[in-house]
């Protein structure tokens, strides 16, 4: 018997899947199953078990309880107590009494990790292992929703108060108010649709399109100030009943708070893309790309609203499938240091394409690269004359196939003079066929998003709202939402620090120390939340690498005109000890003052020798960095620490790049089994049970 019930959905349609594990619980058929000694007093086992497989301690914590999973026991708005917890078998072949099994996700995972994510009832004195890294999940965008809610009602109030003074200025001079005609809906001009005026008291409608089991919903109806209704749709139909017994358990009306819909997320959309019927907030949340829904949910958003988009699909968008990223989002994706601030601007790119098709352009809010996903904040305007600078906005990335050194090059360029604004075609390209610093070819990405990924501002604002009483990973969103805050917001993609001397094969310099040299020079950096050793910088190429061949020649190793591995190995100083990579993120540990002082005699064959003549032999072997280090440095870096160097979070101490927890990572998608595989359902049953175990 098949793990799962039928669903319809999964024959082409992915509206559903989740890449939360409670969703999957969720989903399970209702069907109670109680022992002669459960608490419910439900009616007697008809299949003789033995008195193991009725092990109490095994069915509690094994198999969480069908309403506590169901219900999730919300905190905000859970009753006073939940419903006794049937105590299940944790054998195979008591489907036909209605037994309830783990999803195929979750059999054969340790106990701890199912712990972690609230799927197990803990061992009466027994504490689940602490978690280092929280998941952020859902809070995050209830943060950026807040901040929107607010601003919304001030821009609603803001304009309410103009129309009321231009109605008393018309009133003052007799003259009647002005009526906007009614536009023909079959006249194709380029005028923009008019939306109906609200009010702050209006509120926002939300929807969540792929809503699962409608956990979110409900926290977005509750925790969001000024949130009047939630539509959660979802294309599965067992979702839908769980999401309507969701509804009832938090005491909530699912006819006007959280209206439960069953239809295709795409659909839904489309029916609302009249300007009469948008929302304030569409919300999109798949298993893998969201790139089908992008052109319904980008036309079902009000004039202003936020549309919220994630998507999980990262080793597409970071280069791995180039074909498959071109097909999904319409851009080629490059394998890059900077890859994942790459693919938040390629989704950037995509979203922008498809509002452009209908007088529309966007303003990006946030941008997070998290864990091992992607999430979008973004407000949608209608207008036809500013939608016409979108192609000045994106554009082409040349990244070098040697160093890795990147030049962009926009779509387009705008040219104002005084009140005249023409748009034409972009000048370029950005680059020579080969690169000026190691001589090799380029390799062509995008179109990728040029403009800034966040607004800052924006950004500040809800920092201001974080709060320890209403946000659990408060620390996590300060840390993450504090470097957001410190980005140059002008600057796309970053090198990093470990890429730069790999190619020249020489130590790591601090990140103070490189951060220091480029300020003095009178340039900005700042690093990048989506990588503890970005170097964001508007300091050109040529400068970056000049840096480093300042650096390297500073460092023992050097490569005479000659290239034998003999000849270096003898002609090199010896090495200092410098600080490790860890230094970048916090190490206290100075440099030790004699490891320069030591000469080449008085080491010998020493572990340090053997490093130095490795990385001698590296760069003579390396064509790559032999070129990178013959061009001469055409300016003389300073190495002395500036304290402005130190970014403010790192100095505040804030979790800015926690640590991941053991076994951390995506799941697989939950796969149908078919029902000729029933008969070897219950060993593998009972093997994920004794895993847990």
């Not at 091992?372 to 036809?384: C, D, E, N």
Request: with cysteine; charged share 25%; glycine share 6%.
């Amino acid at each position: 018997m098949p793990c799962l019930p039928k669903r319809e959905q999964r024959t082409g349609r992915r509206d559903h899947q989740r890449r939360d594990l409670d969703a999957e619980v969720a989903l399970l058929p209702r069907r109670e199953h109680v022992d002669s000694g459960g608490g419910n007093g439900g009616a007697q086992c008809t299949q003789e078990c033995s008195e193991s497989e009725h092990d109490p301690s095994m069915g509690s914590e094994v198999y969480m309880a069908w309403d506590q999973v169901l219900q999730f026991a919300y905190a905000s708005g859970a009753p006073a107590a939940p419903l006794p917890a049937p105590r299940a078998h944790t054998h195979g072949h008591h489907d036909s009494c209605g037994a309830r099994r783990l999803p195929a996700r979750l059999r054969g995972q340790g106990r701890h990790s199912l712990l972690r994510r609230g799927l197990l009832q803990p061992r009466a004195g027994v504490q689940p292992r602490p978690e280092v890294s929280h998941v952020l999940g859902a809070e995050p965008s209830i943060l950026v929703l807040n901040t929107f809610s607010k601003i919304l009602a001030n821009e609603r109030a803001a304009k309410a108060e103009q129309r009321a003074l231009a109605a008393a200025k018309a009133a003052a001079a007799g003259a009647a108010p002005r009526v906007k005609k009614a536009k023909d809906p079959n006249a194709d001009d380029e005028e923009d649709e008019q939306e109906p005026i609200k009010s702050p008291a209006d509120g926002m409608r939300i929807m969540e399109a792929l809503s699962a089991t409608g956990l979110r919903s409900i926290r977005y109806f509750r925790e969001i100030e000024g949130v009047k209704q939630v539509i959660a749709n979802d294309f599965s139909a067992d979702a839908v009943a769980a999401i309507r017994r969701n509804i009832e358990y938090n005491g909530l009306s699912a006819e006007n708070d959280i209206i439960p819909s069953h239809a295709d997320a795409s659909m839904i959309m489309y029916q609302h893309r009249q300007p009469a019927s948008r929302f304030e907030v569409v919300d999109l949340d798949p298993y893998g790309s969201a790139a089908p829904f992008l052109d319904a949910a980008i036309q079902s958003v009000a004039d202003g609203g936020i549309l919220c988009v994630t998507c999980t699909d990262m080793a597409i968008l970071a280069g791995n499938h180039t074909e498959t990223c071109h097909a999904k989002y319409g851009a080629t994706a490059l394998r890059s240091k900077a890859c994942h601030e790459m693919a938040l601007r390629i989704v950037l790119s995509s979203i922008s394409s498809h509002a452009s098709r209908y007088r529309r352009y966007i303003t990006p809010l946030m941008s997070c690269s998290i864990d091992f996903y992607v999430r979008i904040f973004v407000r949608v305007h209608t207008s036809a004359a500013l939608m016409k600078r979108a192609a000045s906005k994106v554009g082409s990335v040349y990244q070098c196939t040697g160093c890795d050194s990147f030049a962009l090059q926009p779509n387009g360029r705008i040219v104002e003079t005084g009140k005249s604004i023409k748009f034409k075609p972009a000048m370029g390209p950005p680059v020579d066929r080969h690169c000026d610093e190691c001589g090799n070819s380029f390799h062509i990405g995008g179109p990728i998003w040029l403009d800034p990924i966040h607004d800052v501002a924006f950004v500040r604002a809800a920092l201001a709202g974080v709060s320890a009483e209403k946000y659990k990973t408060h620390k996590r969103i300060t840390g993450m939402l504090n470097v957001i805050a410190e980005e140059l917001p002008e600057v796309p993609l970053y090198y990093t620090l470990a890429g730069l001397t790999g190619h020249v094969h020489t130590v790591t310099p601090p990140m103070l120390k490189f951060r220091s040299a480029l300020m003095n020079l009178g340039y900005r950096v700042s690093t990048s939340h989506a990588n503890p050793l970005a170097i964001k910088t508007d300091a050109p190429t040529a400068v970056v690498w000049d840096v480093m061949r300042c650096w390297v020649r500073a460092q023992p190793v050097k490569v005479p005109k000659e290239r034998k591995p003999k000849e270096i190995a003898a002609a090199a100083d010896p090495a200092p000890d410098g600080e490790d990579i860890a230094a970048v993120e916090g190490s206290t540990t100075a440099e030790k003052a004699d490891g320069a002082s030591e000469s080449h005699a008085d080491k010998g064959a020493g572990g340090k020798d053997k490093d130095k003549k490795k990385r001698a032999k590296d760069v003579a072997s390396d064509p790559i960095a032999t070129r990178l280090l013959a061009k001469e440095p055409t300016i003389q870096a300073d190495f002395t620490l500036r304290a402005d160097a130190n970014p403010d979070s790192r100095k505040a101490g804030l979790a800015r790049f926690p640590e991941h927890p053991p076994n951390w990572g995506p799941k697989a998608r939950a796969k149908r089994r078919k029902a000729e595989d029933g008969a070897s359902a219950s060993e593998d049953d009972a093997d994920g049970a004794a895993a847990m175990e």
